[in-house]
């Protein structure tokens, strides 16, 4: 049923169509589905669903359309078309490094010894609908191509061409393919970046492909409202966060590979693909976007991504607080930080010694320009104003200053009215965290490791003079714990603690 619908106007047929139509001859396709080898159908089985999304397209793998009566031509030319691909790629010039070997649908016919017109140019298009995603396939295109625009279709191979030299039939192909293709396992989640250390100015201002496949995921859930069998193609993502066609095709296999995305392979450029949520991704997602909305984090983020956007007109390393707030810098996985919370952390920084602040006639701060201390901060690998502070001799730890009507970490100052916290506070906290530690959704090293940094803290808190970068630095690395597990309700009781203590 598929084979027949796939080379009409509509292409691959979706789920829903040949759901309903087995359905009407009382077939339950779950059931089908269930029992079909996995190699068949592009994507499935996919084990974050019983059934693939209504809109989702039912393409067959080379191996599947093999299966179908009166595919053998189209099976024929898709083993010439892999040939005369792994010739070429042999033979390309060398004198040009940037230079992709490939073929256009034009010279196709010619490569592959066939006879030119109507029919060979149908077995042809077939054959390359049925190379899309297939893992020798560098690069596959459908449309204008070439100098002349004309319409047609374009494959680009690398190396891994070079193992199917030598096949001859549609048996030697998937023996080869079944080396070449991964096991599942490469789909695999890889262990995560804790969520803590995705809120850094450079990983917000130069992300990396894990920075923007976190962006991707945050930007998915809000815009399929937290639906994972919703498809959205993510060309209005890479316009909105600036990414090209290499890197957008690069973010996407990013996700796919940490099984946070479904990616639905269509004709043409990446940003005519579909993607959605899987429950990994969505999870991800949620856990993202719940950080961002907190304080503590949006102030931590804040205070770096000022020094570090100040560094960026080193020597002079200042920076207008308007330029900041219409900068990439402001938007935090897609939340906009506040003019508010803005004057709160530029204050924090003149109270730290780290910045000097310029004012406009009676009003709030205009611009900051880094003190020596500012540019020390600021030329570190990774800038964080949080560690660099709390590691300066004579810091002093939970003091709060009023400004804005809003609670401020700084030192005490005598213009400010200020509230610390004690020693016994802290004390205190490490209590709470080793009795809650019994009782928390967590894996033995992690429950090992809260409970080791816990005790530190009681310990510290116990000595006759503690020490105060070290009683922020043990708090911290708590509260970073806990944040985890923000869902727990003990624990956000927990975090509370933690953010007051500051």
Avoid at 72 to 96: M, S
Avoid at 143 to 156: A, H, I
Avoid at 330 to 353: C, M, N
Avoid at 477 to 493: C, I, K, M, N, Y
Wanted: with cysteine.
């Amino acid at each position: 049923m598929v084979w027949q619908e796939a080379f009409g106007e509509t292409g691959w047929p979706p789920f829903r169509l040949v759901d309903r139509r087995l359905h009407q001859y009382g077939i339950d396709i779950v059931e089908v589905l269930r029992f079909l080898p996995a190699h068949l159908l592009v994507g499935w089985p996919d084990r974050s669903r019983t059934v693939p999304a209504p809109e989702a397209p039912m393409q067959l793998t080379i191996a599947g359309a093999a299966q179908c009566p009166g595919s053998a031509d189209v099976v024929n030319t898709f083993v010439g078309l892999v040939q005369a691909l792994a010739r070429l790629e042999a033979r390309w010039p060398t004198d040009d490094p940037t230079s992709v070997a490939g073929l256009r649908s034009q010279d196709a016919a010619a490569e592959l010894g066939l006879t030119p017109g109507v029919e060979s140019k149908e077995l042809l298009r077939r054959a390359f609908l049925l190379s899309i995603g297939e893992p020798w396939s560098y690069y596959s295109n459908s449309g204008p191509v070439g100098s002349d625009g004309r319409e047609g279709w374009e494959l680009r191979v690398e190396r891994d061409i070079r193992m199917y030299a030598d096949i001859h039939d549609i048996g030697d192909y998937w023996e080869q393919r079944s080396r070449q293709r991964p096991s599942p396992g490469w789909l695999l989640p890889t262990a995560p970046t804790p969520v803590s250390e995705l809120f850094t100015p450079q990983r917000t201002a130069e992300p990396d492909l894990e920075g923007h496949a976190t962006q991707l995921m945050v930007w998915l859930f809000e815009r399929a409202e937290g639906d994972t069998t919703r498809y959205v193609g993510p060309g209005d993502f890479a316009a909105e966060y600036g990414l090209d066609e290499a890197r957008l095709l690069a973010v996407l296999e990013h996700a796919a590979r940490q099984a946070a995305i479904e990616v639905l392979r269509t004709l043409g450029s990446g940003r005519g693909t579909q993607v959605r949520l899987t429950v990994v991704g969505l999870a991800r997602a949620e856990q993202v976007a719940r950080a961002r909305g907190k304080r503590w984090i949006r102030f931590d983020y804040l205070t770096s991504a000022l020094v570090a956007t100040a560094m960026d007109t080193y020597p002079m390393c200042r920076l207008k607080l308007a330029d900041f707030l219409v900068s990439p810098a402001s938007i935090l996985y897609g939340s906009a930080l506040t003019l508010d919370e803005v004057l709160l952390a530029v204050e924090y920084l003149r109270e730290k010694g780290l910045a000097e602040l310029e004012y406009g006639q009676g009003g709030p701060a205009q611009a900051l320009r880094l003190t020596s201390a500012g540019i020390d901060c600021g030329s570190t690998e990774n800038v964080n104003v949080r560690n660099f502070v709390s590691n300066q001799p004579g810091f002093s730890i939970g003091t709060v200053n009023n400004y804005g009507g809003a609670n401020q970490i700084g030192t005490g100052n005598t213009q400010h009215n200020t509230v610390g916290s004690s020693a016994q506070d802290f004390a205190e906290f490490a209590q709470k965290v080793l009795a809650a530690a019994r009782t928390i959704d967590l894996s033995d090293q992690q429950r090992t490791q809260l409970v080791q940094d816990a005790q530190a803290l009681a310990d510290e808190a116990a000595t006759p003079e503690p020490e105060p970068g070290r009683l922020r630095q043990l708090t911290s690395r708590l509260r970073e714990s806990l944040t985890q597990h923000a869902t727990d309700a003990v624990v956000q009781g927990l975090l509370t603690t933690a953010q007051n203590l500051f």
